[in-house]
């Protein structure tokens, strides 16, 4: 059985993320390409399934976020130069690494734009199998190093969260 999501994981976005930003995220899953919407899946035509389905896995996350911030879900299309294209009145940022997905979102009046992004960890603290979190606001980074790796003697990157 695939878990979806991380309750730890998902307290320290929360922990992290500035007031007015939600942060959510999901890990990626057999059917997840299947949750792209009509409107969204002629950006994905071309791409193989495991883009797919990353990228329907986002953007579950991303409607789940729109309806917490009390907006209708509706498609998050892909631009053609790639970036999403949020609902009036939303800002939002979605990224995924082979296993999960994450989407960031806050209201427009609030914020200029938002920005998150999943890394592979680099530095002493690496270990397999593991990516970092970043989330960006205004410009600033706004992520934490994890616990474990400021016990393991830290990351060349102080302001990531790692993930197994």
Same mark, same amino acid.
């Given at each position: 059985?695939t878990?979806?999501?991380?309750?730890?994981?998902?307290?320290?976005?929360?922990?992290?993320?500035?007031?007015?930003?939600?942060?959510?995220?999901?890990?990626? !899953?057999e059917?997840?390409?299947?949750a $792209?919407l &009509?409107e969204? %899946?002629? =950006?994905?035509?071309? +791409?193989?399934?495991k883009?797919q389905?990353a990228?329907g896995?986002?953007?579950i996350?991303a409607?789940?976020?729109?309806?917490?911030l009390?907006?209708?879900?509706?498609?998050?299309?892909?631009?053609?130069?790639?970036?999403p294209?949020?609902?009036?009145?939303v800002?939002?940022?979605? !990224?995924?690494?082979?296993?999960?997905? $994450?989407a &960031?979102l806050? %209201?427009? =009046?609030?914020?200029? +734009?938002l920005g998150?992004?999943?890394?592979?960890?680099?530095?002493?603290c690496?270990?397999?199998?593991?990516?970092?979190v970043?989330?960006?606001?205004?410009?600033?980074?706004?992520?934490?190093?994890?616990?474990?790796?400021?016990?393991?003697?830290?990351?060349?990157?102080?302001?990531?969260?790692?993930?197994?």
């Amino acid at each position: 059985m695939t878990i979806v999501r991380s309750p730890s994981l998902q307290a320290t976005f929360d922990d992290i993320a500035l007031p007015g930003v939600l942060v959510g995220h999901r890990a990626i !899953a057999e059917g997840d390409e299947f949750a $792209l919407l &009509a409107e969204e %899946r002629g =950006a994905f035509a071309r +791409s193989v399934v495991k883009v797919q389905r990353a990228s329907g896995a986002a953007r579950i996350v991303a409607r789940e976020l729109m309806q917490r911030l009390g907006v209708t879900p509706q498609p998050v299309i892909k631009a053609t130069a790639g970036m999403p294209q949020w609902p009036d009145g939303v800002v939002g940022s979605l !990224a995924h690494d082979t296993t999960i997905a $994450l989407a &960031a979102l806050a %209201r427009e =009046a609030d914020f200029l +734009s938002l920005g998150v992004d999943v890394e592979p960890v680099e530095g002493a603290c690496r270990r397999p199998a593991q990516s970092g979190v970043e989330l960006l606001g205004g410009g600033h980074r706004v992520g934490r190093e994890h616990d474990e790796h400021r016990r393991e003697g830290g990351c060349e990157h102080p302001r990531t969260l790692g993930h197994p």
